[in-house]
């Protein structure tokens, strides 16, 4: 009998969501997630929304409630059309280009904008909030063109769609199907919200869509990481390189946490390997002086600085990610809208907490460290396919023919595959220029500096498919190689890795088209397919959040 997939329930209150968290259940990692409001976040909701009754009948301006919206908040209107002025602030926003925001960027932007509603400071009703979890939980997603927001104030463009949405207004994807809003949320059981005052602007003036294109970055640039470590352990073996640039004693004596993890892993995936050698290894080879002045050694006692310095390289992604995520944690559980509501004090007060600065400064960083990357797996790959430098592989890793052979010299291997890496590397490094720099001033000098943080982390999004493309090629080329040496004297792990991708590309005994293999594999390293293989088990995203599985709906 089939088991019911496995649901699991995750309560948010705002204030200890994780990026990694958001990241699995955007890509429903493990299957379905319940989200819902804990109910220390729903008192505090009601009571922030208490506070704004009072204040509304007091009939002073409240910013967005009863004023207008930026440059326009000198113009107050009576209580009585508040609602209308919220549902106005969505409509006249509805203005975005470009493609539609993937899925997952979709989901994570609801959880972030939902977890930063549950602090309950944003005087929007709980169930405002709940309806939109339960369009996360049904597969109800706001179709959000990518482009239009200038990450202050927050996202006001992209999230318009998400509130759209739920007023029942335009289209929406339904479990994968795209349909008008209003039909998908009454087939789901729901009729749509009627917007109070102020909950247009709590659920748009925020930074949720730029963290949710943020937080996905980051978990793809962890598992880009991983892959550099695993190229680089195969590129020992495809070369017979010096594992002992790999000994701990020399990251202990520089250690930067990230490069001494990068080292570690290498010399795991490494462990048992016959086909890497190490210093050692090598003096017991060399040839003596003997009493000569001068001697050519028959092997390079150290290899070039694409394979020996690559921890240190690997480490400054793992680093820049480590203090990234921390401050990605911190914007998940902030209140980015305004005004804010302070429920102890009965106060009201005004504030750009929609800055998404910190979010594009991560970014910026990260995609940097990231396209360094693609640098040092497409330098590794141009060692691999040279015969000047590949330790007596054949030349672009064709297969060895005789002279008298009647293909001899028809084929050219994966000569093409490293003009390709070339390219992809290139472009990814083009891409690498900080975003957040360019601050533009718009609405009528109200918003005058602003944090293109939205912009950084939809280039840190692009940087890690490029960075992926490059990976599996190089990755190909190095399952190649192993072949030519001989799989059974590769690594256990190694050895793993190379049945997998097995699995989605033969060995290249003659010329081929090989696009559909590089697809194959980036998704072999997207998915984590690669890292379990080599036996590097998932994470549990969820290991420090308020959650709970059960089996079925």
Same mark, same amino acid.
């Given at each position: 009998m089939a088991?019911?997939p496995?649901v699991r329930h995750?309560?948010i209150?705002?204030t200890?969501l994780?990026?990694?968290?958001?990241a699995?259940? +955007?890509?429903?990692?493990?299957?379905?997630?319940?989200?819902?409001?804990?109910?220390?976040?729903?008192?505090?909701?009601?009571?922030?929304?208490?506070?704004?009754?009072?204040?509304?009948?007091?009939?002073?301006?409240?910013?967005?409630?009863?004023?207008?919206?930026?440059?326009s908040?000198?113009?107050?209107i009576?209580?009585?059309k508040?609602?209308?002025?919220q549902?106005?602030?969505v409509?006249?926003?509805?203005?975005?280009?470009g493609?539609?925001?993937?899925?997952?960027?979709?989901?994570?932007?609801?959880?972030?904008?939902a977890?930063?509603l549950?602090?309950?400071v944003? #005087?929007?009703?709980?169930?405002?909030?709940?309806?939109?979890?339960?369009?996360?939980?049904?597969d *109800?997603?706001?179709?959000i063109?990518?482009r239009g927001?200038?990450g202050?104030?927050?996202?006001?463009?992209?999230?318009?769609?998400?509130?759209?949405?739920?007023i029942?207004?335009?289209?929406?994807?339904?479990?994968?199907?795209?349909?008008p809003a209003?039909d998908a949320l009454?087939?789901e059981?729901m009729e749509?919200?009627r917007?109070?005052?102020?909950?247009?602007?709590?659920?748009?003036?925020?930074t949720?869509?730029?963290?949710?294109?943020?937080?996905?970055? #980051?978990?793809? #640039?962890?598992?880009?990481?991983?892959?550099?470590?695993l190229a680089?352990?195969?590129t020992?073996?495809?070369?017979?390189?010096?594992?002992?640039?790999?000994?701990?004693f020399?990251h202990?004596?520089?250690?930067?946490?990230?490069?001494?993890?990068?080292a570690?892993?290498?010399?795991?995936?490494?462990?048992g390997?016959?086909?890497?050698?190490?210093?050692d290894?090598?003096l017991m080879?060399?040839?003596?002086?003997?009493?000569?002045g001068?001697?050519?050694?028959?092997?390079r006692?150290q290899?070039k600085?694409? *394979?020996?310095?690559?921890p240190?390289?690997?480490?400054?992604?793992?680093?820049?990610?480590?203090w990234?995520?921390d401050?990605?944690?911190?914007?998940?559980?902030s209140?980015?809208?305004?005004?804010?509501?302070?429920?102890?004090?009965s106060g009201?007060?005004?504030?750009?907490?929609?800055y998404?600065g910190?979010? /594009?400064?991560a970014?910026d960083s990260?995609?940097?460290?990231?396209?360094?990357?693609?640098?040092?797996?497409?330098?590794?790959l141009?060692?691999?396919?040279?015969?000047?430098?590949?330790?007596g592989?054949?030349?672009?890793?064709?297969v060895?023919?005789?002279?008298?052979?009647?293909?001899?010299?028809?084929?050219?291997?994966?000569? /093409?595959?490293?003009i390709?890496?070339?390219? *992809?590397?290139?472009?990814?490094?083009k891409?690498?220029?900080p975003?957040?720099?360019?601050s533009?001033?718009?609405?009528?000098?109200?918003?005058?500096?602003v944090s293109m943080?939205?912009?950084?982390?939809?280039?840190a999004?692009?940087?890690?498919?490029?960075?992926?493309?490059?990976a599996?090629?190089h990755?190909?080329?190095?399952?190649?190689?192993?072949e030519?040496?001989?799989?059974?004297?590769?690594?256990? #792990?190694?050895?793993?890795?190379h049945?997998?991708?097995?699995?989605?590309?033969?060995?290249?005994?003659?010329?081929r088209?090989l696009d559909?293999d590089?697809? +194959?594999?980036?998704?072999?390293i997207?998915?984590?397919?690669?890292?379990?293989?080599? /036996?590097?088990?998932?994470?549990?995203?969820f290991?420090d959040?308020?959650?709970?599985?059960?089996? /079925?709906a």
């Amino acid at each position: 009998m089939a088991h019911a997939p496995t649901v699991r329930h995750l309560e948010i209150d705002g204030t200890d969501l994780s990026p990694r968290a958001v990241a699995a259940v +955007a890509r429903r990692d493990g299957g379905r997630t319940r989200v819902v409001l804990g109910d220390a976040a729903v008192k505090r909701m009601h009571a922030s929304v208490g506070l704004k009754e009072t204040l509304l009948a007091q009939e002073i301006p409240i910013y967005a409630v009863t004023t207008g919206f930026g440059d326009s908040c000198g113009r107050q209107i009576s209580p009585d059309k508040a609602y209308e002025l919220q549902r106005n602030l969505v409509r006249y926003h509805l203005n975005g280009v470009g493609p539609a925001a993937v899925p997952a960027v979709a989901r994570a932007a609801m959880l972030i904008r939902a977890n930063a509603l549950a602090r309950g400071v944003s #005087a929007i009703r709980p169930e405002a909030v709940s309806m939109l979890l339960q369009c996360l939980e049904r597969d *109800v997603l706001p179709l959000i063109p990518e482009r239009g927001s200038v990450g202050a104030s927050g996202d006001l463009v992209p999230l318009c769609y998400l509130a759209a949405a739920l007023i029942g207004e335009g289209q929406v994807l339904h479990r994968g199907t795209v349909r008008p809003a209003l039909d998908a949320l009454r087939d789901e059981g729901m009729e749509p919200l009627r917007l109070a005052p102020k909950e247009g602007i709590a659920l748009v003036n925020g930074t949720a869509f730029a963290t949710a294109y943020a937080v996905l970055a #980051a978990a793809d #640039a962890r598992e880009l990481a991983f892959t550099a470590e695993l190229a680089t352990a195969m590129t020992l073996e495809a070369l017979h390189g010096n594992a002992s640039a790999l000994h701990p004693f020399i990251h202990e004596n520089k250690p930067h946490p990230g490069q001494v993890r990068a080292a570690a892993t290498v010399r795991t995936l490494l462990s048992g390997s016959r086909l890497a050698t190490s210093f050692d290894d090598i003096l017991m080879r060399r040839r003596r002086l003997a009493g000569r002045g001068y001697l050519q050694l028959s092997e390079r006692i150290q290899d070039k600085y694409s *394979v020996r310095c690559a921890p240190q390289i690997i480490g400054i992604v793992h680093d820049t990610l480590d203090w990234a995520e921390d401050w990605l944690g911190t914007e998940i559980n902030s209140a980015s809208d305004n005004p804010l509501f302070d429920v102890e004090e009965s106060g009201l007060h005004l504030g750009g907490n929609f800055y998404a600065g910190h979010v /594009g400064q991560a970014m910026d960083s990260l995609k940097t460290a990231v396209a360094n990357l693609a640098n040092l797996l497409d330098r590794q790959l141009a060692l691999v396919v040279d015969e000047k430098f590949n330790e007596g592989l054949p030349p672009n890793l064709v297969v060895p023919r005789g002279g008298d052979d009647p293909e001899a010299g028809l084929h050219h291997g994966f000569k /093409g595959m490293q003009i390709a890496a070339s390219a *992809v590397t290139a472009e990814a490094l083009k891409q690498t220029g900080p975003a957040s720099v360019f601050s533009r001033s718009t609405e009528s000098h109200n918003q005058d500096i602003v944090s293109m943080g939205t912009i950084s982390a939809r280039d840190a999004r692009t940087v890690n498919g490029l960075v992926r493309d490059v990976a599996a090629i190089h990755l190909l080329a190095l399952a190649q190689a192993i072949e030519l040496r001989g799989v059974d004297r590769a690594a256990p #792990a190694v050895r793993a890795v190379h049945a997998l991708i097995r699995e989605h590309s033969a060995f290249v005994s003659h010329d081929r088209r090989l696009d559909e293999d590089i697809a +194959a594999v980036s998704r072999l390293i997207e998915t984590g397919a690669l890292r379990r293989a080599a /036996g590097f088990a998932d994470d549990d995203p969820f290991q420090d959040e308020h959650s709970t599985a059960w089996g /079925g709906a």
